[in-house]
T-cell receptor
Framework: GENVEQHPSTLSVQEGDSAVIKCTYSDSASNYFPWYKQELGKGPQLIID?????GEKKDQRIAVTLNKTAKHFSLHITETQPEDSAVYFCAANNGGSQGNLIFGKGTKLSVKP | GAGVSQSPRYKVAKRGQDVALRCDPISGHVSLFWYQQALGQGPEFLTYFQNEAQLDKSGLPSDRFFAERPEGSVSTLKIQRTQQEDSAVYLCASTLGAGNQPQHFGDGTRLSIL
């Protein structure tokens, strides 16, 4: 089955700097890759997603890139703000059509003012 | 409300007791997923419903776990004879249709087994 690895596990940046989180997946049949932000005591919130027919997607300060050949995808946050501090999870669908997701272990991002 | 609603938010039970966790998906959402999230980990898939049909229960850790969605809307996850290792946050997510669509999560039920 699918396996998703996520790095780094913790990331500390200064306000205004960029943050990059990287993930790799194992199942070449996976074709949907969402990113979630989870704040303490809350459920995961979808922030951006990408499908395998696209190499890059951007939404304001957030961008995601996908390299299908290398089976890795990355989240880029520019001009970070203290409110970006949270745990971020990457995920990949399980290769089938039903859509259940396999998650990475998460990256705790701290943005220092 | 407009989002996925889960209740209770917190549940404390003694080992051996049965518990029931409820999920109200976004109105009209066809697909419903349950995940288990251990402390410091990512969510792990438990089971999936399309309308009232449970199409995948491969992630349920044992036969003590049972889920239902009898009318294709509200879902209940039941855990019988709870064990300490069942302590986790149980998350519910729903999507508008079937297939790979954005999953909208509730805030979860934090289950603690004493």
């Amino acid at each position: 089955g699918e396996n998703v690895e996520q790095h780094p596990s913790t990331l500390s940046v200064q306000e205004g700097d960029s943050a990059v989180i990287k993930c790799t997946y194992s199942d070449s049949a996976s074709n949907y890759f969402p990113w979630y932000k989870q704040e303490l005591g809350k459920g995961p919130q979808l922030i951006i997603d990408i499908r395998s027919n696209v190499g890059e997607k951007k939404d304001q300060r957030i961008a995601v890139t996908l390299n299908k050949t290398a089976k890795h995808f990355s989240l880029h946050i520019t001009e970070t703000q203290p409110e970006d501090s949270a745990v971020y999870f990457c995920a990949a669908n399980n290769g089938g059509s039903q859509g259940n997701l396999i998650f990475g272990k998460g990256t705790k991002l701290s943005v220092k003012p | 409300g407009a989002g996925v609603s889960q209740s209770p938010r917190y549940k404390v039970a003694k080992r051996g007791q049965d518990v029931a966790l409820r999920c109200d998906p976004i109105s009209g959402h066809v697909s419903l997923f349950w995940y288990q999230q251990a402390l410091g980990q990512g969510p792990e898939f438990l089971t999936y419903f399309q309308n009232e049909a449970q199409l995948d229960k491969s992630g349920l850790p044992s036969d003590r776990f049972f889920a239902e969605r009898p009318e294709g809307s509200v879902s209940t996850l039941k855990i019988q004879r709870t064990q300490q290792e069942d302590s986790a946050v149980y998350l519910c997510a729903s999507t508008l249709g079937a297939g790979n669509q954005p999953q909208h999560f509730g805030d979860g039920t934090r289950l603690s087994i004493l």
